[in-house]
């Protein structure tokens, strides 16, 4: 990719983090005259992981929740399930792997040469028996079949449109195959931070303080005080053996198109050797990446090299021809209700609703059947106590298979208008409506009701938003002429007088942080529609938010009274460049402009920075850094997970008493609510993962994730 002046590619992703950058070994385990030396040292501990094995069939076509992969069906959090990266997917929702680890950061073993990134590893699979209707072995005769559809990122069009990078001819993304032998294997160390009390020589061995048989090798000199990761207990799971089974080489989505006549490929592939025939079967993809960058312009090394992955499938009695899917879907969440913001302040919209409202959606539907479907369209706004307030129905209508016809194009039903809202009566300053659009095969509906629905969450809280928290590049504005003096300005117009309290945005990770850096946050007034004086500028320091989605908030000094059109963005004076996350599925780009020099420029490019205004009342001013330290806070685990019938939730710190838990289904939906934390009956729930919610009298919410599987 050839580097663009304004414009550099960044993908937030969460995964979890392996031993990279150093070398680290067990070694020593018999050495007795250490082990007395240590004896004061509590002994060594080896955890062993072990998962349950699924039974076939394996389908997931990521298309009912976003963020992490389904635990009951894969392992890790690598990758990042999307609505967002992919062009005309088969149906909503994709996995997406890139460069970035799970904190959105790059690798840190990450470079200009080719090196390993992101992983998508399923959970063990019973490739060795089925179950029904009656339990037998599996055979080669049995014809297994694994498929999946893939895209290289990057998109089309002009530079200024592309969603995300292509992987380059260098990179690659790859599928393996893996049997367990029946033997234990270290799999790695789960390490703690020590901080150096001598310099330590390259070469010199640092022993871990928690466990007598444990060092590194320090792979250069360090200095007293520096801190390193030790290891200090072991992991251990089954041991794999890993085997190439496919791979394709990077290239661009127009590369890709010409070749295969496809924006994305299925590929089939028969399980034709009896060692795959195994109780812990499994598969992996992976992707190699290569940074762009150059070494003066640290800054730029985001994210790259992007693959979509769809619609992954492995079942006994299909053929090479069973390319053909019996399901209608949604391909893409038509988004918001607004006209021009993504979310806004409850006390600005009811001034003029209608003025702020769509007028209706486009919708991409398919069939991706090899005969007509009889379908229905529903539209269903809920708010958040669960009441309906706005439905549309469009009706039913036949539609034609997609490789004939392409989507569906019959306008009630792929262009909705809005319907019709009776909005609550809110007296506090916020409200959240549930968009629904569900569109079936008429009847009983088909085989994948999974991907009938999108949700859209419609926020009207404290702040103003262009876009939807997800960038899929980043935003650069730079200068070659000195002082190096570069400014961006986004612009929000209120309906009535108000306090700005905050700004919040999204700053990329670049390579060795180089994105890390003070800058002047700056408000200006309106100037014949250009950003005019400054009314407001303080220096800020940057605290990167490691939640998922997670934007960083800059609470103001003073907090600024304001009215009708402001601008809000920074300033920067120096050779560095400010890498703010870009939204490119909203475009705002006629309300965002940028200078390097006395004359305002408006933006051309496709999408939105991700720069959002915080206005209102007062609300607590406590930073990430506090928040992340706050000792009062506790993590929740629910036990066992996955679970059958009942669950149990453990604090830490533990918390016993005025606790609300409410359970809540992939789509939004409140399906249990309880004041106990032990023992909770989940039998009445089907299969599936569900977000938990834990509560207290004060208003302090924490949430997590569980999985149920029967």
């Known amino acids: 990719m050839k580097l663009k002046i304004y414009i550099f590619v960044v993908i937030l992703l969460l995964f979890n983090k392996l031993l990279l950058g150093q070398e680290s070994l067990t070694g020593l385990y018999q050495n007795h005259q250490v082990a007395i030396q240590f004896k004061t040292i509590r002994p060594h501990k080896t955890t062993f992981i072990h998962y349950e094995p699924i039974t076939l069939p394996f389908v997931d076509d990521f298309s009912n929740y976003n963020g992490y992969p389904d635990t009951a069906l894969w392992i890790g959090n690598q990758v990042f399930v999307n609505e967002s990266f992919a062009i005309n997917p088969p149906t909503i929702g994709h996995v997406t792997l890139d460069a970035l680890n799970e904190q959105g950061a790059v690798y840190d073993h990450a470079s200009t040469s080719p090196f390993s990134a992101d992983t998508l590893l399923s959970k ?68 703690q931070e020590l901080s150096l009390t001598d310099s330590v020589e390259m070469g010199d061995t640092i022993w871990s303080p928690c466990d ?90 985001s994210n790259v090299d992007q693959w979509n992955i769809d619609y992954v499938r492995l079942n006994r009695s299909r053929t090479a021809g069973d390319t053909i899917i019996d399901d209608v879907a949604i391909v893409e969440n038509p988004g918001t209700i607004l006209k021009d913001y993504t979310a806004m302040p409850w006390s600005h919209f009811v001034v003029n609703q209608n003025g702020f409202l769509k007028n209706g959606f486009e919708l991409k539907l398919t069939n991706l059947y090899n005969v007509v479907k009889n379908t229905t369209y529903e539209q269903q706004i809920i708010d958040d106590h669960g009441n309906k307030i706005g439905s549309l129905s469009g009706g039913s209508y036949n539609i034609s298979p997609f490789y004939t016809s392409g989507y569906q194009d019959y306008a009630p039903h792929s262009k909705p208008s809005l319907a019709d809202i009776s909005f609550p009566t809110v007296t506090n300053d916020s409200l959240e409506l549930s968009v629904y659009h569900i569109f079936k095969e008429a009847g009983m509906g088909d085989n994948n009701a999974k991907n009938d629905t999108a949700i859209y969450k419609q926020c009207f809280f404290n702040y103003f938003a262009y876009d939807d928290g997800v960038p899929e590049s980043g935003y650069v504005v730079s200068s070659s002429i000195y002082p190096y003096e570069t400014s961006l300005a986004v612009r929000f117009s209120l309906a009535h007088q108000d306090t700005l309290r905050a700004v919040r945005m999204y700053i990329n990770r670049a390579l060795q942080e180089a994105n890390e850096m003070n800058f002047t946050l700056s408000i200006w007034d309106d100037n014949n529609g250009q950003p005019g004086s400054i009314i407001y500028s303080e220096i800020v320091q940057q605290e990167y938010n490691q939640n998922l989605y997670g934007l960083q908030q800059f609470y103001l000094q003073n907090p600024l009274p304001v009215s009708g059109t402001i601008y809000i963005g920074y300033q920067l004076t120096g050779k560095n460049f400010l890498n703010i996350g870009f939204d490119q599925n909203n475009n705002a780009s006629s309300q965002v402009f940028w200078r390097t020099n006395a004359d305002w420029n408006n933006s051309f490019i496709v999408g939105s920075p991700i720069i959002r205004a915080v206005v209102g009342n007062y609300f607590e001013n406590t930073n990430i850094r506090q928040a992340h330290l706050a000792q009062n806070k506790p993590t929740i685990t629910v036990f066992p997970n996955p679970a059958k019938n009942t669950i149990s939730i453990a604090t830490e710190p533990m918390v016993t008493e005025n606790c609300h838990i409410e359970i809540f289904s992939p789509n939004g939906q409140s399906v249990l609510k309880t004041n106990t934390i032990q023992h909770i009956d989940i039998s009445g729930l089907s299969p599936n993962f569900y977000i938990l919610k834990l509560s207290n009298n004060q208003g302090t919410c924490y949430w997590t994730k569980f999985v149920i599987v029967r």
């Open 124 to 191: 063990p699979i019973r490739l060795d028996s089925i179950f029904y209707p009656l339990p037998r072995a599996l055979e080669l005769s049995d014809s297994l079949y694994f498929s999946f559809f893939y895209q290289p990122g990057g998109g089309e069009g002009q530079a200024w449109e592309k969603l995300g990078n292509n992987p380059e001819k260098q990179d690659s993304l790859i599928l393996e195959f893996g049997y367990q032998t029946g033997k234990k294997t270290l799999l790695y160390f789960i390490t």
């Open 212 to 301: 007598a048989s444990m060092f590194i090798i320090a792979d250069r000199f360090y200095y007293a005080g520096e801190v390193v990761e030790v290891p200090c207990d072991s992991v251990v799971g089954m041991e794999t053996i890993w085997e190439r089974i496919w791979d394709s080489p990077g290239m661009t989505l127009s590369e890709f198109k010409n070749l295969y006549g496809t924006y994305f490929r299925q590929m089939m592939i028969p399980i034709t050797e009896k060692k795959y025939l195994n109780r812990g079967f499994q598969f992996r993809f992976r992707n190699i990446a290569s940074l762009e960058y150059q070494a003066s312009s640290p800054s730029w090394a």
